[in-house]
């Protein structure tokens, strides 16, 4: 299954450079949170818009939100790394301009 991140301030062209080069995501807690969790849109990264692609090799967390992927830092193949939830993918495409 297809996965996308959007650029924002939070996920930089920056940031896509390094997801490319290391082949993971990386989440940081949600506001509110102290649990690291990797976010993501379900689906191939729409027309026109600026972000990341990717195919997930771990299944997101049961009881995630219908549009949205989440993977919880902790358990099985998501690792935990200096307070940051990090899973691997396979980048299908990026489109930052």
């Known amino acids: 299954m297809l996965y996308h991140r ?6 930089t062209k920056l940031d896509a450079a390094k997801q490319i080069e290391s082949q993971e995501m990386w989440g940081k807690p949600s506001r509110y949170s102290e649990i690291p969790k990797v976010k993501a ?5 729409p027309p026109n818009a600026q972000g990341i692609e990717f195919m997930a090799t771990v299944e997101p967390d049961a009881g995630s939100p219908p549009l949205m992927a989440y993977w919880t ?9 200096d307070g940051i ?11 930052y301009i």
């Open 6 to 11: 959007l650029a924002s301030p939070s996920q």
């Open 41 to 45: 849109y379900r689906g191939a990264l």
């Open 73 to 81: 830092g902790g358990r099985e193949n998501v690792r935990l790394e």
């Open 85 to 95: 939830a990090k899973i691997s993918v396979e980048i299908t495409y990026c489109n």
